[in-house]
């Protein structure tokens, strides 16, 4: 493999990572970035999958400890430093470039309109996510007294979301672990 990994041009790895990052939105990129790497002879699917199974247990953005992986594999640290500047360039360009945009776009009357309008959206999508979720917890004192306890110390009285959390889910793990005599 040392020779046919060699033979792959640091600019052949970032226009690939490059187009990858340019256009995708969202997850699901490890199928894509297999279909690249091995549609071009650059690894196989067994060289792959040890890759993908390491880039999901690491912790971080699985597409980027990917991209890590196979840049190293291809062509060691060059390779891996190529790899996954090529694939965070384009994001980064595009939200500097939308920062830009915004700015100049945020006097027009119509833009404020329409940006005030998505807020709404938002926020309702927010409200009937926050109203299934508690449609699905069961009907039982200790969830829905969790549920208002957290309410309670985030929005009234601006507890941090991380103290808040690390205090409220031993408390509802505790609360939820079955008791009762359990005779198999």
Request: aromatic share 10%; net charge positive.
């Amino acid at each position: 493999m040392e020779a046919k990994a060699a033979r792959v041009p640091l600019l052949d790895i970032f226009r690939c990572f490059f187009w990858i990052g340019l256009f995708s939105f969202g997850g699901g990129l490890m199928p894509w970035i297999q279909r690249e790497v091995t549609s071009r002879g650059w690894m196989t699917d067994k060289e792959f999958f040890p890759g993908m199974a390491l880039a999901q247990v690491l912790p971080g953005v699985n597409s980027t400890n990917i991209s890590v992986y196979v840049g190293q594999h291809l062509r060691g640290a060059a390779g891996a430093a190529v790899a996954l500047g090529a694939m965070l360039a384009a994001p980064f360009i595009l939200v500097l470039v939308a920062a830009v945009s915004y700015k100049i776009v945020l006097g027009v009357p119509a833009i404020q309109a329409a940006m005030a309008g998505v807020a709404a959206a938002a926020i309702g999508m927010l409200l009937k996510t926050a109203m299934s979720s508690v449609q699905a917890v069961p009907r039982a004192v200790a969830p829905i007294s969790v549920m208002i306890a957290t309410f309670v110390a985030i929005a009234v009285f601006h507890f941090s979301l991380v103290t808040v959390v690390l205090v409220a889910t031993p408390i509802s793990v505790l609360l939820a672990w079955p008791r009762g005599n359990n005779d198999a």
